[in-house]
């Protein structure tokens, strides 16, 4: 392993400038990759907090009972994918649109009647609703006989989820076209800095020298490189995320776990191609 690690840092020595431009180039193909995974955790969590949102609202009828309305609430609350459901009073609704509408608040003290119907309110459990659970959830609310009417836009509930699956084919294919690009991209990288070594393979050979042991030190190479490359690609990322929320508008930076996967992401790429690179000279010799 000694000798792996000297042979390695030897290499690094004699073809600095080979070195830097092959990590750059690694940086340059997976930054690409670290500014689409930024892109697409923020629509992620944009379509998330609406989803958070949808909800299923039942109008109550003037003459239902407590014993019908508790009996809704623990019916509905069993229904697949729903979290919550709360009861609101009429006094509660009026006092509720006096909060949120300024407007209200300066007529309602000349009401004489509430205005407001009594409902249920049905929040769905994070990341559960679909566009069929919401309305087979709406469906069952219409289904009570006190129940005087049942909103939740479904046609924006439709679009919000048409949305999700547009965005999730549009992260597999983008993501995949990127991904695609970067190998090629670090695979030639990888196979130039070796293609540059290739008297010394030759030497080695000539020599006597095991394949296993010529390829370690070339494959710790490649690691070690795109490992430097996987790091740039993370300075580069953040210093987009930092120019866009400072300068246009506010972002959620990538999870950590993201950012790990893509420096593991750059030294797999990186051993492989030099792996690749390594037997393919290993053969012509």
């Given at each position: 392993?000694?000798?792996?690690?000297?042979?390695?840092?030897l290499?690094?020595?004699?073809?600095?400038?080979?070195?830097g431009?092959?990590?750059?180039m690694?940086?340059?193909a997976?930054?690409?990759?670290?500014?689409?995974s930024?892109v697409?955790?923020?629509i992620?969590?944009?379509?998330?907090?609406?989803?958070?949102?949808?909800?299923?609202?039942?109008?109550?009828?003037?003459?239902?009972?407590p014993?019908?309305?508790?009996?809704?609430?623990?019916?509905?609350?069993?229904?697949?994918?729903?979290?919550?459901v709360?009861?609101?009073s009429?006094?509660?609704?009026?006092?509720?649109?006096?909060q949120?509408?300024?407007e209200?608040?300066?007529?309602?003290?000349?009401?004489?009647?509430?205005?407001?119907?009594a409902?249920?309110?049905?929040?769905?459990?994070?990341?559960?609703p679909?566009?069929?659970?919401?309305?087979?959830?709406?469906?069952a609310?219409?289904?009570?006989p006190?129940?005087?009417?049942?909103?939740?836009?479904r046609?924006?509930?439709?679009r919000?989820?048409?949305?999700?699956r547009?965005g999730?084919?549009?992260?597999?294919?983008?993501?995949?076209?990127?991904a695609i690009?970067?190998?090629?991209?670090?695979?030639?990288?990888i196979r130039?800095?070796?293609?540059?070594?290739?008297?010394?393979?030759?030497?080695?050979?000539?020599?006597g020298?095991?394949?296993s042991l010529?390829?370690r030190?070339?494959?710790?190479e490649?690691?070690?490189t795109g490992?430097m490359?996987?790091?740039?690609?993370?300075?580069?990322?953040?210093?987009?995320?930092?120019?866009v929320?400072?300068?246009?508008?506010?972002?959620?930076?990538?999870?950590?776990?993201?950012?790990?996967?893509g420096?593991l992401?750059?030294?797999?790429?990186?051993?492989?191609?030099?792996?690749?690179?390594v037997?393919?000279?290993?053969?012509?010799v």
């Open positions: 392993m000694g000798r792996t690690v000297r042979e390695a840092a290499g690094f020595r004699r073809a600095p400038l080979l070195t431009l092959s990590a750059l690694v940086g340059l997976l930054f690409v990759l670290g500014l689409f930024l697409t955790h923020n992620r969590s944009a379509v998330a907090d609406l989803e958070e949102r949808v909800e299923v609202v039942a109008y109550l009828r003037e003459t239902a009972q014993a019908e309305i508790e009996s809704a609430i623990q019916t509905l609350g069993a229904l697949p994918g729903v979290e919550e709360r009861f609101f009429k006094a509660q609704a009026l006092e509720r649109a006096r949120e509408l300024p209200i608040a300066e007529v309602s003290a000349d009401l004489a009647v509430n205005p407001f119907p409902s249920l309110e049905i929040r769905f459990l994070p990341g559960s679909t566009a069929e659970s919401v309305g087979a959830v709406a469906a609310a219409s289904g009570f006190f129940v005087e009417d049942v909103r939740y836009g046609e924006w509930v439709e919000l989820f048409l949305l999700r547009i999730a084919i549009t992260t597999l294919i983008l993501g995949g076209a990127f690009v970067a190998t090629l991209i670090i695979g030639t990288a130039i800095a070796v293609f540059a070594r290739r008297d010394e393979i030759f030497i080695m050979r000539l020599v020298a095991r394949d010529i390829r030190p070339l494959l710790l490649g690691a070690v490992l490359g996987g790091t740039l690609a993370a300075l580069l990322t953040w210093g987009a995320y930092q120019a929320y400072h300068l246009l508008f506010k972002l959620e930076w990538i999870p950590p776990g993201w950012m790990w996967g420096l992401l750059g030294v797999l790429f990186g051993a492989m191609a030099s792996n690749l690179a037997r393919r000279h290993l053969k012509e």
